[in-house]
Protein backbone atom coordinates (compact mmCIF):
# COMPACT_ATOMS: atom_id res chain seq x y z
CA UNK A 1 0.00 0.00 0.00
CA UNK A 2 0.67 3.66 -0.60
CA UNK A 3 -0.03 6.44 1.58
CA UNK A 4 0.44 9.31 -0.29
CA UNK A 5 0.62 13.50 0.53
CA UNK A 6 1.16 12.75 4.26
CA UNK A 7 2.91 15.36 6.61
CA UNK A 8 4.76 13.41 9.39
CA UNK A 9 4.74 13.99 13.05
CA UNK A 10 8.06 14.86 14.03
CA UNK A 11 7.75 12.39 16.91
CA UNK A 12 12.05 12.51 17.17
CA UNK A 13 13.35 14.53 13.90
CA UNK A 14 11.56 16.87 11.48
CA UNK A 15 11.02 15.44 8.15
CA UNK A 16 9.96 18.36 5.48
CA UNK A 17 6.68 17.14 3.92
CA UNK A 18 4.63 16.14 2.61
CA UNK A 19 5.67 12.84 1.78
CA UNK A 20 4.76 9.08 0.36
CA UNK A 21 5.00 6.33 2.49
CA UNK A 22 4.96 2.78 1.11
CA UNK A 23 3.93 -0.02 3.06
CA UNK A 24 4.74 -4.24 2.30
CA UNK A 25 4.63 -7.33 3.92
CA UNK A 26 3.58 -5.19 7.05
CA UNK A 27 6.49 -2.78 6.99
CA UNK A 28 7.33 0.58 6.10
CA UNK A 29 9.83 -0.40 2.95
CA UNK A 30 10.28 3.42 1.32
CA UNK A 31 9.60 7.08 2.12
CA UNK A 32 10.12 10.22 -0.11
CA UNK A 33 8.26 12.52 -2.45
CA UNK A 34 6.28 11.17 -5.45
CA UNK A 35 7.19 7.90 -4.92
CA UNK A 36 5.29 5.23 -7.98
CA UNK A 37 2.03 3.86 -7.36
CA UNK A 38 2.16 0.53 -7.21
CA UNK A 39 -0.59 -1.87 -5.38
CA UNK A 40 -3.44 -0.08 -3.25
CA UNK A 41 -2.99 3.82 -2.93
CA UNK A 42 -4.67 5.81 -0.55
CA UNK A 43 -4.60 9.55 0.21
CA UNK A 44 -3.94 11.00 3.09
CA UNK A 45 -4.62 14.65 1.90
CA UNK A 46 -2.22 16.35 3.64
CA UNK A 47 -3.09 14.90 7.09
CA UNK A 48 -0.84 13.71 9.84
CA UNK A 49 0.97 10.45 10.15
CA UNK A 50 2.99 8.95 12.99
CA UNK A 51 3.67 5.74 14.68
CA UNK A 52 0.44 3.88 16.39
CA UNK A 53 -0.10 4.46 20.06
CA UNK A 54 1.11 1.43 22.84
CA UNK A 55 -0.47 1.32 26.02
CA UNK A 56 1.86 -0.08 28.04
CA UNK A 57 -0.11 -1.07 30.90
CA UNK A 58 -3.81 -2.74 30.46
CA UNK A 59 -5.70 -5.13 32.43
CA UNK A 60 -7.27 -6.19 29.55
CA UNK A 61 -9.90 -8.13 30.87
CA UNK A 62 -11.17 -5.72 33.91
CA UNK A 63 -11.13 -2.96 31.17
CA UNK A 64 -13.86 -5.33 28.72
CA UNK A 65 -15.99 -6.16 31.68
CA UNK A 66 -16.33 -2.40 32.90
CA UNK A 67 -18.96 -0.77 30.61
CA UNK A 68 -21.21 -3.30 32.40
CA UNK A 69 -20.01 -2.30 36.09
CA UNK A 70 -21.62 0.35 38.00
CA UNK A 71 -19.94 3.58 38.65
CA UNK A 72 -18.89 4.16 42.02
CA UNK A 73 -16.65 6.91 41.57
CA UNK A 74 -19.16 9.62 42.92
CA UNK A 75 -19.77 7.71 46.51
CA UNK A 76 -17.98 9.92 49.30
CA UNK A 77 -19.15 7.42 51.42
CA UNK A 78 -20.00 3.53 52.70
CA UNK A 79 -23.54 4.74 52.57
CA UNK A 80 -23.57 6.78 49.24
CA UNK A 81 -22.25 3.24 47.71
CA UNK A 82 -24.80 1.10 49.26
CA UNK A 83 -27.11 3.66 47.81
CA UNK A 84 -25.66 3.28 44.25
CA UNK A 85 -26.14 -0.55 44.83
CA UNK A 86 -29.82 -0.27 46.02
CA UNK A 87 -30.82 1.74 43.08
CA UNK A 88 -28.92 -0.95 39.88
CA UNK A 89 -30.70 -3.80 42.09
CA UNK A 90 -34.14 -1.70 42.03
CA UNK A 91 -33.55 -1.19 38.12
CA UNK A 92 -31.83 -5.10 37.70
CA UNK A 93 -33.61 -7.16 40.67
CA UNK A 94 -32.09 -10.76 39.09
CA UNK A 95 -28.46 -9.93 37.85
CA UNK A 96 -25.56 -9.52 40.42
CA UNK A 97 -23.74 -6.18 40.89
CA UNK A 98 -20.19 -5.83 40.20
CA UNK A 99 -18.92 -2.20 40.59
CA UNK A 100 -16.04 -0.42 40.26
CA UNK A 101 -13.99 3.11 41.23
CA UNK A 102 -14.82 3.71 44.82
CA UNK A 103 -11.96 5.79 46.85
CA UNK A 104 -12.21 4.92 50.35
CA UNK A 105 -9.56 7.08 51.88
CA UNK A 106 -11.36 9.72 52.38
CA UNK A 107 -14.11 8.30 53.72
CA UNK A 108 -15.25 9.04 56.72
CA UNK A 109 -16.25 5.41 57.50
CA UNK A 110 -14.49 2.39 56.09
CA UNK A 111 -16.85 -0.23 54.03
CA UNK A 112 -17.72 -3.07 55.68
CA UNK A 113 -19.65 -6.83 54.02
CA UNK A 114 -22.13 -6.04 56.70
CA UNK A 115 -23.07 -3.09 55.25
CA UNK A 116 -23.85 -4.85 51.64
CA UNK A 117 -25.40 -7.63 53.64
CA UNK A 118 -28.03 -5.13 54.74
CA UNK A 119 -29.12 -4.88 51.38
CA UNK A 120 -32.41 -6.70 50.73
CA UNK A 121 -30.92 -9.33 47.86
CA UNK A 122 -30.00 -12.50 47.19
CA UNK A 123 -27.33 -11.71 44.60
CA UNK A 124 -23.57 -11.39 44.62
CA UNK A 125 -22.29 -7.72 44.92
CA UNK A 126 -18.22 -7.04 44.01
CA UNK A 127 -17.45 -3.52 44.06
CA UNK A 128 -14.15 -3.37 43.23
CA UNK A 129 -11.46 -0.18 44.33
CA UNK A 130 -10.87 2.14 42.03
CA UNK A 131 -6.96 1.61 42.10
CA UNK A 132 -8.09 -2.35 41.68
CA UNK A 133 -6.11 -3.16 44.93
CA UNK A 134 -9.48 -4.65 47.19
CA UNK A 135 -13.02 -6.14 46.64
CA UNK A 136 -15.85 -5.12 48.60
CA UNK A 137 -18.00 -7.74 48.82
CA UNK A 138 -21.24 -9.13 50.49
CA UNK A 139 -21.25 -12.79 52.27
CA UNK A 140 -23.03 -14.23 48.92
CA UNK A 141 -19.97 -13.10 46.54
CA UNK A 142 -17.28 -14.15 49.54
CA UNK A 143 -19.19 -17.86 49.27
CA UNK A 144 -19.36 -17.98 45.62
CA UNK A 145 -15.25 -17.20 45.10
CA UNK A 146 -14.38 -19.24 48.06
CA UNK A 147 -13.32 -16.78 50.34
CA UNK A 148 -13.45 -16.91 54.12
CA UNK A 149 -16.23 -15.01 55.71
CA UNK A 150 -15.17 -11.66 56.90
CA UNK A 151 -16.59 -8.02 57.82
CA UNK A 152 -13.60 -6.39 56.22
CA UNK A 153 -12.59 -5.80 52.33
CA UNK A 154 -10.54 -8.11 50.63
CA UNK A 155 -6.80 -6.89 49.63
CA UNK A 156 -4.05 -7.23 47.90
CA UNK A 157 -2.63 -10.97 47.09
CA UNK A 158 -5.82 -12.57 48.21
CA UNK A 159 -7.84 -10.25 45.99
CA UNK A 160 -5.80 -10.74 43.12
CA UNK A 161 -5.94 -14.57 43.15
CA UNK A 162 -10.13 -14.01 44.02
CA UNK A 163 -10.41 -11.47 40.74
CA UNK A 164 -9.39 -14.77 38.43
CA UNK A 165 -12.63 -16.55 39.78
CA UNK A 166 -15.13 -13.49 38.96
CA UNK A 167 -16.51 -15.56 36.45
CA UNK A 168 -18.40 -17.56 38.82
CA UNK A 169 -20.12 -14.46 40.15
CA UNK A 170 -20.66 -12.87 35.77
CA UNK A 171 -20.54 -15.70 33.79
CA UNK A 172 -17.81 -15.46 31.29
CA UNK A 173 -20.28 -13.20 28.47
CA UNK A 174 -18.41 -9.84 29.58
CA UNK A 175 -15.38 -11.41 28.66
CA UNK A 176 -16.04 -13.47 25.62
CA UNK A 177 -13.71 -13.09 22.38
CA UNK A 178 -16.28 -10.69 21.05
CA UNK A 179 -16.36 -8.72 23.91
CA UNK A 180 -12.36 -8.38 23.50
CA UNK A 181 -12.98 -7.54 20.20
CA UNK A 182 -15.00 -4.06 21.13
CA UNK A 183 -12.62 -3.04 23.13
CA UNK A 184 -10.01 -3.39 20.77
CA UNK A 185 -12.01 -1.49 18.45
CA UNK A 186 -12.66 1.15 20.39
CA UNK A 187 -8.98 1.27 21.81
CA UNK A 188 -8.10 1.13 17.65
CA UNK A 189 -10.15 4.54 17.57
CA UNK A 190 -7.98 6.03 19.15
CA UNK A 191 -4.80 5.68 17.14
CA UNK A 192 -3.95 2.64 19.22
CA UNK A 193 -2.02 -0.54 17.94
CA UNK A 194 -0.94 -2.44 20.70
CA UNK A 195 -1.28 -3.08 24.30
CA UNK A 196 0.89 -4.76 27.26
CA UNK A 197 -1.93 -7.16 28.90
CA UNK A 198 -1.21 -7.82 32.53
CA UNK A 199 -4.37 -9.15 33.66
CA UNK A 200 -4.57 -10.60 36.75
CA UNK A 201 -6.00 -13.73 35.51
CA UNK A 202 -5.34 -16.47 32.33
CA UNK A 203 -2.16 -17.38 30.87
CA UNK A 204 -1.13 -18.63 27.31
CA UNK A 205 -3.60 -21.14 26.73
CA UNK A 206 -6.11 -18.37 27.20
CA UNK A 207 -4.89 -15.80 24.96
CA UNK A 208 -3.90 -18.18 21.76
CA UNK A 209 -7.70 -19.03 22.35
CA UNK A 210 -8.94 -15.65 22.48
CA UNK A 211 -7.51 -14.78 19.86
CA UNK A 212 -8.63 -17.74 17.52
CA UNK A 213 -11.65 -16.73 18.68
CA UNK A 214 -11.65 -13.53 16.50
CA UNK A 215 -9.81 -11.00 19.13
CA UNK A 216 -7.18 -10.36 16.78
CA UNK A 217 -7.38 -6.63 16.07
CA UNK A 218 -4.05 -5.24 17.62
CA UNK A 219 -0.48 -6.08 18.79
CA UNK A 220 -1.26 -8.13 22.22
CA UNK A 221 2.32 -8.90 24.75
CA UNK A 222 0.36 -11.00 27.15
CA UNK A 223 1.92 -10.68 30.85
CA UNK A 224 2.31 -13.69 32.76
CA UNK A 225 2.11 -13.95 36.74
CA UNK A 226 4.22 -15.99 39.37
CA UNK A 227 1.69 -18.57 39.75
CA UNK A 228 2.04 -19.20 35.24
CA UNK A 229 5.29 -18.79 35.51
CA UNK A 230 6.00 -22.60 35.41
CA UNK A 231 3.66 -23.33 32.61
CA UNK A 232 5.70 -20.44 30.11
CA UNK A 233 9.08 -21.97 31.11
CA UNK A 234 7.80 -25.29 30.05
CA UNK A 235 6.93 -23.94 27.03
CA UNK A 236 10.29 -22.31 26.74
CA UNK A 237 8.60 -18.91 25.42
CA UNK A 238 11.09 -15.80 26.04
CA UNK A 239 9.48 -12.12 25.58
CA UNK A 240 9.06 -11.33 22.12
CA UNK A 241 8.10 -14.72 21.04
CA UNK A 242 4.70 -15.59 19.06
CA UNK A 243 2.51 -17.33 21.30
CA UNK A 244 0.70 -18.57 18.65
CA UNK A 245 1.53 -18.32 14.32
CA UNK A 246 0.65 -14.88 14.13
CA UNK A 247 3.54 -12.28 14.98
CA UNK A 248 1.16 -9.69 16.95
CA UNK A 249 0.57 -11.69 19.89
CA UNK A 250 3.54 -12.03 21.55
CA UNK A 251 4.88 -12.90 24.90
CA UNK A 252 5.20 -10.36 27.16
CA UNK A 253 6.75 -10.05 30.88
CA UNK A 254 6.60 -11.80 34.16
CA UNK A 255 4.61 -9.81 36.43
CA UNK A 256 5.27 -8.85 39.85
CA UNK A 257 3.39 -6.67 42.19
CA UNK A 258 6.02 -5.79 44.88
CA UNK A 259 3.93 -3.34 47.16
CA UNK A 260 -0.05 -2.42 46.86
CA UNK A 261 -0.88 1.08 46.74
CA UNK A 262 -1.29 4.78 47.88
CA UNK A 263 -5.17 4.39 48.29
CA UNK A 264 -5.12 1.34 50.44
CA UNK A 265 -2.22 3.00 52.37
CA UNK A 266 0.01 -0.72 51.34
CA UNK A 267 2.42 0.90 48.78
CA UNK A 268 6.02 0.39 50.57
CA UNK A 269 7.18 3.78 51.77
CA UNK A 270 10.61 4.88 53.28
CA UNK A 271 8.22 7.12 56.11
CA UNK A 272 4.75 6.26 57.63
CA UNK A 273 1.72 7.14 56.12
CA UNK A 274 0.61 10.95 57.42
CA UNK A 275 -3.02 9.06 58.74
CA UNK A 276 -5.11 6.17 58.76
CA UNK A 277 -2.25 3.80 58.05
CA UNK A 278 -2.84 0.00 58.49
CA UNK A 279 -1.56 -1.34 61.88
CA UNK A 280 1.30 -2.36 62.42
CA UNK A 281 2.64 -1.61 58.93
CA UNK A 282 2.76 1.87 58.66
CA UNK A 283 5.17 2.41 56.06
CA UNK A 284 3.08 0.10 53.98
CA UNK A 285 3.87 -3.27 53.32
CA UNK A 286 5.86 -5.39 50.97
CA UNK A 287 4.28 -8.42 48.81
CA UNK A 288 7.65 -10.58 48.98
CA UNK A 289 10.50 -11.27 51.04
CA UNK A 290 13.78 -10.06 49.21
CA UNK A 291 14.31 -13.49 48.92
CA UNK A 292 11.11 -14.44 47.44
CA UNK A 293 11.49 -10.94 44.57
CA UNK A 294 15.10 -11.65 43.92
CA UNK A 295 13.94 -15.44 43.00
CA UNK A 296 11.06 -14.69 40.99
CA UNK A 297 13.41 -12.35 38.94
CA UNK A 298 16.75 -14.64 38.54
CA UNK A 299 14.10 -17.38 37.11
CA UNK A 300 12.53 -14.87 34.57
CA UNK A 301 16.29 -14.07 33.37
CA UNK A 302 17.13 -17.28 33.08
CA UNK A 303 14.72 -18.34 30.99
CA UNK A 304 14.48 -14.75 28.74
CA UNK A 305 11.78 -12.62 30.28
CA UNK A 306 11.42 -8.87 30.87
CA UNK A 307 10.02 -8.37 34.23
CA UNK A 308 7.44 -5.79 35.14
CA UNK A 309 7.90 -5.03 38.59
CA UNK A 310 4.86 -2.67 40.05
CA UNK A 311 6.28 -0.61 42.96
CA UNK A 312 4.76 2.40 43.73
CA UNK A 313 6.73 3.69 47.36
CA UNK A 314 10.36 4.98 47.17
CA UNK A 315 10.69 1.72 49.73
CA UNK A 316 9.55 -0.48 46.79
CA UNK A 317 11.31 1.08 44.55
CA UNK A 318 14.61 1.44 45.88
CA UNK A 319 14.15 -2.96 46.89
CA UNK A 320 13.36 -3.76 43.04
CA UNK A 321 16.35 -1.43 41.74
CA UNK A 322 18.66 -3.63 44.21
CA UNK A 323 17.02 -7.00 42.69
CA UNK A 324 17.36 -5.74 38.87
CA UNK A 325 21.01 -5.37 39.94
CA UNK A 326 21.38 -7.95 41.76
CA UNK A 327 20.11 -10.99 38.95
CA UNK A 328 20.77 -9.11 36.02
CA UNK A 329 16.66 -9.32 35.23
CA UNK A 330 15.76 -7.06 32.24
CA UNK A 331 12.82 -5.14 32.15
CA UNK A 332 10.95 -2.48 34.44
CA UNK A 333 9.22 -1.10 37.24
CA UNK A 334 5.46 -0.38 36.69
CA UNK A 335 4.20 2.99 38.30
CA UNK A 336 7.02 4.63 40.06
CA UNK A 337 5.15 6.62 42.00
CA UNK A 338 7.24 7.99 44.94
CA UNK A 339 10.84 7.69 44.35
CA UNK A 340 14.23 9.46 45.06
CA UNK A 341 16.46 11.29 42.47
CA UNK A 342 19.10 9.04 43.29
CA UNK A 343 17.03 5.99 42.71
CA UNK A 344 16.12 7.60 39.09
CA UNK A 345 19.66 8.12 38.56
CA UNK A 346 20.20 4.13 39.42
CA UNK A 347 17.36 3.34 37.20
CA UNK A 348 19.20 5.44 34.10
CA UNK A 349 22.04 3.33 35.54
CA UNK A 350 21.04 -0.48 35.36
CA UNK A 351 18.75 0.35 32.45
CA UNK A 352 16.00 0.03 34.16
CA UNK A 353 12.60 1.23 32.30
CA UNK A 354 10.26 3.24 33.98
CA UNK A 355 6.37 2.44 33.09
CA UNK A 356 4.21 5.59 34.37
CA UNK A 357 -0.01 6.18 33.67
CA UNK A 358 0.03 9.92 34.21
CA UNK A 359 -3.51 9.89 34.32
CA UNK A 360 -3.07 8.21 38.34
CA UNK A 361 -1.37 11.90 39.13
CA UNK A 362 -4.66 13.39 38.39
CA UNK A 363 -6.39 11.16 40.75
CA UNK A 364 -4.03 11.18 43.37
CA UNK A 365 -2.96 14.53 43.93
CA UNK A 366 -5.13 15.48 46.48
CA UNK A 367 -4.86 11.92 48.49
CA UNK A 368 -0.80 12.66 48.09
CA UNK A 369 -0.37 15.56 49.77
CA UNK A 370 -2.65 14.11 52.80
CA UNK A 371 -1.09 11.09 52.97
CA UNK A 372 2.38 11.68 51.91
CA UNK A 373 2.50 15.18 52.85
CA UNK A 374 6.20 16.88 52.06
CA UNK A 375 7.01 13.97 49.31
CA UNK A 376 4.83 15.37 46.32
CA UNK A 377 7.59 17.00 44.69
CA UNK A 378 8.81 13.07 44.26
CA UNK A 379 5.67 11.96 42.82
CA UNK A 380 5.36 10.97 38.96
CA UNK A 381 9.00 12.30 38.12
CA UNK A 382 8.69 12.45 34.49
CA UNK A 383 11.13 14.82 34.30
CA UNK A 384 13.70 13.80 36.18
CA UNK A 385 13.62 10.17 34.73
CA UNK A 386 13.56 11.96 31.37
CA UNK A 387 16.82 14.36 32.02
CA UNK A 388 18.93 11.34 33.78
CA UNK A 389 18.27 8.95 30.70
CA UNK A 390 15.81 6.39 31.44
CA UNK A 391 13.75 4.98 29.04
CA UNK A 392 9.81 6.03 30.10
CA UNK A 393 7.03 4.37 28.51
CA UNK A 394 3.23 5.66 29.25
CA UNK A 395 0.12 3.59 29.88
CA UNK A 396 -3.28 3.81 31.63
CA UNK A 397 -3.75 1.06 33.96
CA UNK A 398 -7.45 0.35 32.60
CA UNK A 399 -9.68 0.53 33.96
CA UNK A 400 -7.79 2.33 36.91
CA UNK A 401 -7.65 5.25 34.58
CA UNK A 402 -9.56 5.08 31.03
CA UNK A 403 -7.50 2.81 28.35
CA UNK A 404 -6.90 6.51 26.84
CA UNK A 405 -3.66 7.32 25.43
CA UNK A 406 -4.03 10.87 24.27
CA UNK A 407 -5.49 11.70 28.53
CA UNK A 408 -2.00 9.80 29.64
CA UNK A 409 -0.07 12.37 26.95
CA UNK A 410 -2.35 15.26 28.25
CA UNK A 411 -1.42 14.57 32.01
CA UNK A 412 1.66 14.43 31.21
CA UNK A 413 2.42 17.42 29.86
CA UNK A 414 0.13 19.81 31.65
CA UNK A 415 -0.31 17.54 34.64
CA UNK A 416 -3.83 19.46 36.06
CA UNK A 417 -6.77 18.01 35.49
CA UNK A 418 -8.89 20.71 36.31
CA UNK A 419 -8.39 24.18 36.78
CA UNK A 420 -5.95 24.43 39.31
CA UNK A 421 -2.68 24.89 38.75
CA UNK A 422 -0.38 22.18 37.41
CA UNK A 423 0.94 19.95 39.81
CA UNK A 424 4.51 20.01 40.91
CA UNK A 425 4.91 21.28 37.11
CA UNK A 426 8.87 21.20 37.44
CA UNK A 427 7.97 17.53 36.78
CA UNK A 428 5.94 17.87 33.27
CA UNK A 429 7.75 16.73 29.82
CA UNK A 430 7.02 18.52 26.50
CA UNK A 431 4.17 16.78 24.48
CA UNK A 432 6.58 15.82 21.92
CA UNK A 433 8.32 13.54 24.78
CA UNK A 434 5.40 11.88 25.63
CA UNK A 435 4.30 11.06 22.11
CA UNK A 436 7.51 9.54 22.18
CA UNK A 437 7.05 8.01 25.17
CA UNK A 438 3.42 6.85 23.41
CA UNK A 439 4.87 5.06 20.65
CA UNK A 440 6.74 1.82 21.74
CA UNK A 441 10.16 3.28 21.17
CA UNK A 442 9.68 4.23 17.34
CA UNK A 443 10.19 7.68 16.61
CA UNK A 444 9.37 9.63 13.50
CA UNK A 445 7.82 7.05 10.57
CA UNK A 446 10.82 5.78 8.39
CA UNK A 447 11.91 2.43 6.52
CA UNK A 448 12.14 -0.10 9.08
CA UNK A 449 9.17 0.60 11.03
CA UNK A 450 6.02 -1.61 11.45
CA UNK A 451 3.27 -0.75 9.71
CA UNK A 452 1.50 0.57 12.79
CA UNK A 453 0.55 3.86 11.71
CA UNK A 454 -2.02 6.52 12.77
CA UNK A 455 -3.01 9.27 10.36
CA UNK A 456 -4.21 12.28 12.48
CA UNK A 457 -6.48 15.52 11.08
CA UNK A 458 -3.79 17.33 12.65
CA UNK A 459 -0.30 17.72 14.22
CA UNK A 460 -0.52 16.86 18.12
CA UNK A 461 2.76 19.12 18.37
CA UNK A 462 1.34 22.04 17.21
CA UNK A 463 1.03 23.96 20.77
CA UNK A 464 2.87 25.21 23.50
CA UNK A 465 2.73 22.37 25.84
CA UNK A 466 0.53 24.53 28.00
CA UNK A 467 -2.97 23.93 29.44
CA UNK A 468 -4.46 24.89 26.16
CA UNK A 469 -2.39 22.58 24.57
CA UNK A 470 -3.25 19.72 26.82
CA UNK A 471 -6.75 20.24 26.38
CA UNK A 472 -6.57 20.09 22.89
CA UNK A 473 -4.38 16.62 23.16
CA UNK A 474 -6.46 15.41 25.59
CA UNK A 475 -9.26 15.31 23.07
CA UNK A 476 -7.19 14.24 19.76
CA UNK A 477 -9.17 10.93 19.70
CA UNK A 478 -12.07 12.90 17.86
CA UNK A 479 -8.85 13.78 15.03
CA UNK A 480 -8.38 9.87 14.67
CA UNK A 481 -8.68 9.31 10.69
CA UNK A 482 -7.32 5.87 10.21
CA UNK A 483 -5.47 3.23 12.24
CA UNK A 484 -3.02 0.66 10.54
CA UNK A 485 -1.84 -2.42 12.29
CA UNK A 486 0.80 -4.29 10.59
CA UNK A 487 -0.78 -2.64 7.29
CA UNK A 488 -3.97 -3.27 7.71
CA UNK A 489 -6.92 -0.76 8.53
CA UNK A 490 -7.86 -1.46 11.99
CA UNK A 491 -10.24 1.24 12.64
CA UNK A 492 -11.14 3.88 9.49
CA UNK A 493 -13.53 6.63 10.75
CA UNK A 494 -16.78 6.55 8.32
Known amino acids: MLIRNAHLVAVTETVPGPVDVRLEDGRVV ?123 VVTEAEWFLAYGRLAAVVGSDGTSPEAYRRSMEAAAAQGVVGLVDLEFSGGVADWVARWSGGADLLRIRHACYADGLDDVLARGLRSGDPLDDDPRLTMGPLKIISDGSLNTRTAWCCEPYAEKAVPGAEEGQPNQTPEELRSLLARAAAGGLDVAVHAIGDRAVTEALAAFADTGARGGIEHVQLTTRDDVRRMAELGVRASVQPAHLLDDRDVTERLWPGRAERCFPLRWMLDDGVDVVLGSDAPVSPLDPWLAVASAVHRSGDDREPWHPEQSITAREALAASTDGWGTVAVGHPGDLVLLDADPLDGGSDREHARRLQAFADRVAVTWVAGEAAYERG
Do not use: C, F, K
Open 30 to 152: EVGADLAPRGTSYDAGGRWLMPGLWDQHVHLGQWTLASARLDLGPARSSADAVTLVRERLEQWPDLPVIGWGHRPTAWPDNPTVSDLDAIDTDQPIVLIAGDGHHGWLNTTALHMLALPTRDS
